[in-house]
């Protein structure tokens, strides 16, 4: 009987783990045989020593499953350790030999998630080829002290988060500590990101773009670092204050945003606004930005601290009492109205306030008009919480130059709905 075409180009999928088994071994080994050297002081190991090991790895686990893989890894182990102690008397590296362990693992790995097992491979087969860079990237250009951040900001991501209870708790449950830590955790990173890009750019060019940049994330955390960074340094004062204020285009854009993914009505009836405060933003963060393309000094860019864990904590501490005032006046005065929630909403997220009276429109509980005006009092809310804490974080020089941008933006698109009413 002939076989069909189909039939005749399929290939074992063994065949193929034991491919990709095979190109592990000879990628690793290629690397590894370049730092091989030469005469009685070089590396046991290269290229075929590699292919030849991920290849046992992966028919070990063929014939034997893991109890064999288990056997050929120890083997490994065994070989390599004694290879080590006879000719590596002086050299205290042992990079060459537990990347060999590892080879004859990701052998026996690909055999069962070959792209897993690949996927490492070449991430190992880029560590181990940027050594050099990695070396001068640590003892060259970065610091103690940021180095040390990078310590903090691990610890409270990776260990504090996780044992952080995820409830409301304090005065009127209003405080969710895990949401306010995910908070520090935001202002360290976008206190972070503007320090790379100064580091990256200058002062005169970082500040204003790390702040448009992190506004996506968090205007209002952004505010705070870019306060931060301003009190530490006051000679980046005006490239802060432009970070600071062009977040709030970010804050505008992600308005839009959320109106158009639920109601388009609201977003058309609301656009004139948001075309204004966004102008009045862009305007205003050029300002300051000109101002910093004009400064002569880049103290900054070398070197640090990439944040301060101290602004972090005051930023949550302040965060949390306007939770807690919010939480209070509706616990006493109750919901008065729509606008009163999207006010008190504001002071946390304007976004979250625009989104449930943008919710109401499209249930038509509300028209899109009478939407306007607790959208825009939810975003006059959350204008005032990033004044508090530009006072609070950078001082009295930068809150006074912060505090009248915000109250520019939020009166521009209050004077684009006027003049919607009026037109009306």
């Known amino acids: 009987m002939l076989r069909s075409t189909e039939d005749i180009f399929i290939i074992d999928p063994v065949i193929l783990n034991l491919a ?9 080994g290629a690397e590894r045989e370049r730092r091989k050297g030469e005469g009685p002081s070089r590396s046991p190991a290269g290229i075929r020593t590699f292919t030849v090991t991920s290849l046992a790895g992966a028919i070990s686990f063929v014939v034997g499953g893991e109890v064999l893989l288990a056997v050929a890894t ?61 070396h001068r990237f640590v003892h060259s250009v970065l610091s103690e002290d940021e ?9 409270a991501t990776l260990v504090v988060l996780p044992l952080v209870p995820d409830r409301p708790m ?27 890009a100064v580091r990256l750019l200058g002062t005169r060019f970082g500040l204003p773009i790390a702040g448009l940049a992190s506004g996506f ?24 204050v432009a970070g ?25 009836t609301l656009s004139v606004p948001l075309i204004c405060a966004g102008v009045a933003a862009v305007v205003y963060g050029t300002v300051f930005t000109v101002r910093a393309l004009r400064q002569k000094a880049e103290s900054q860019a070398q070197g640090g601290r990439a944040f301060s864990l101290s602004t972090a904590l005051v930023f949550a501490l302040t965060l949390s009492s306007i939770l807690v005032a919010s939480a209070a006046l509706r616990e006493w005065f109750g919901e008065t ?47 005032i919480s990033k004044m508090v804490l530009a006072g609070t974080s950078g001082g009295r020089s930068f809150a006074l130059r912060v505090i009248p941008g915000l109250i520019f933006v939020a009166l521009a698109a ?8 009026a037109s009306g």
């Open 414 to 421: 209050w004077v684009g709905a006027l003049g919607i009413l």
């Open 244 to 268: 600071a204020v062009l977040s709030t285009i970010a804050t505008i854009v992600q308005m839009a945003l959320v109106l158009a993914a639920t109601s388009l009505t609201t977003l058309r």
């Open 20 to 28: 990709v088994a095979f190109g592990i071994g000879l990628l690793i």
């Open 147 to 155: 180095l040390n951040d990078a310590l903090i900001f691990a610890g």
């Open 337 to 383: 109205g729509i606008i009163v929630a999207a006010a008190l909403a504001g002071f946390v997220d304007t976004h979250s306030a625009a989104i449930s009276v943008a919710s109401l429109v499209v249930s038509g509980k509300m028209s899109a008009a009478d939407a306007v005006f607790p959208i825009l009092a939810g975003l006059s809310t959350n204008t």
């Open 170 to 196: 304090g005065p009127f449950g209003a405080i969710n500590p895990h949401s306010i830590w995910i908070l520090v955790i935001l202002v360290m990173a976008i206190s972070a990101a503007g320090y790379i």
């Open 217 to 240: 994330i968090s205007s209002t955390a952004t505010v705070g670092a870019m306060g931060a960074r301003a009190a530490k340094a006051p000679d980046v004062l005006a490239a802060a």
């Open 74 to 134: 120890a083997g490994v182990i065994i070989l390599t350790a004694a290879a080590y102690w006879r000719g590596h008397e002086d050299d205290p590296g042992l990079t060459t030999e537990i990347a060999l362990i590892l080879t004859v693992l990701l052998g026996g790995l690909s055999m069962q998630q070959p792209a897993l097992a690949a996927g490492i491979a070449v991430v190992v087969a880029v560590l181990l080829a940027a050594r050099s860079r990695l």
